[in-house]
Antibody
Framework: EVQLVESGGGLVQPGGSLRLSCAVS????????MDWVRQAPGKGLEWVGR??????????DYASSVRGRFTISRDDSKSTVYLQMNSLKTEDTAVYYC??????????????WGQGTLVTVSS | EIVMTQSPATLSVSPGERATLSCRAS??????LAWYQHKPGQGPRLLIY???TRATGIPARFSGSGSGTEFSLTISSLQSEDFAVYYC??????????FGQGTKVEIK
């Protein structure tokens, strides 16, 4: 059974940092691209960023709203993907999901998602 | 950037009835369109990809159609577990995660 489990969410002050983790099981993690997607309260889904696999040199891409502040990394030996969030803003408050990517078309879609972890940025 | 527009924003349906959700792209996305179901407290669930292919384990009452700029998701006979928010997503062009704003299917 494929499982993605996020952790690390919580309350942080504006300007602070937080690292989210997404531990996966049930598939060969190292083969796959992984994305982070978020949902702010009362809003829709917003793509955050992507990390590709070793064959694609673990390259990353980010949404313009988080570029330069957020960093995605992965540890294939632990089947875990991370989202390091720095210089957090109140508008980063959201539930953060990790998702497995099916890299077809020009951008890919998401065939498995975690249950999400809540990040609240507030003073 | 491609903009995805879903309608209606809310759909009130009685259990057992048919529901049809629409999704329009601002430019052609070919058949590179996915539909997701999202319930509170859970991660989204992939229902349909390539506009009309059901994902693994998805019941036959869910069907997708369309190509180019106009798409629809039909739930033939709504079950209690189908009340949720539904999102479409195009994956024809970068960036990823170009989602519609969602359609909430609620109990009438």
């Amino acid at each position: 059974e494929v499982q993605l489990v996020e952790s690390g969410g919580g309350l942080v002050q504006p300007g602070g940092s937080l690292r989210l983790s997404c531990a996966v099981s049930g598939f060969t993690f190292s083969d796959h691209y992984m994305d982070w997607v978020r949902q702010a309260p009362g809003k829709g889904l917003e793509w955050v960023g992507r990390i590709r696999n070793k064959a694609k040199s673990y390259s990353t891409d980010y949404a313009s709203s988080v570029r330069g502040r957020f960093t995605i990394s992965r540890d294939d030996s632990k089947s875990t993907v991370y989202l390091q969030m720095n210089s957090l803003k109140t508008e980063d408050t959201a539930v953060y999901y990790c998702a497995r990517v099916v890299p077809v078309g020009g951008a890919g879609y998401f065939d498995y998602w975690g249950q999400g972890t809540l990040v609240t940025v507030s003073s | 950037e491609i903009v995805m527009t879903q309608s209606p924003a809310t759909l009130s349906v009685s259990p057992g009835e048919r529901a049809t959700l629409s999704c329009r792209a601002s430019q052609s996305v070919s058949s590179n369109l996915a539909w997701y179901q999202h319930k509170p407290g859970q991660g989204p669930r992939l229902l349909i990809y390539d506009a009309s292919t059901r994902a693994t384990g998805i019941p036959a009452r869910f069907s997708g159609s369309g190509s180019g700029t106009e798409f629809s998701l039909t739930i033939s006979s709504l079950q209690s577990e189908d009340f949720a928010v539904y999102y479409c997503q195009q994956y024809n062009k970068w960036p990823p995660g170009t989602f519609g704003q969602g359609t909430k299917v609620e109990i009438k």
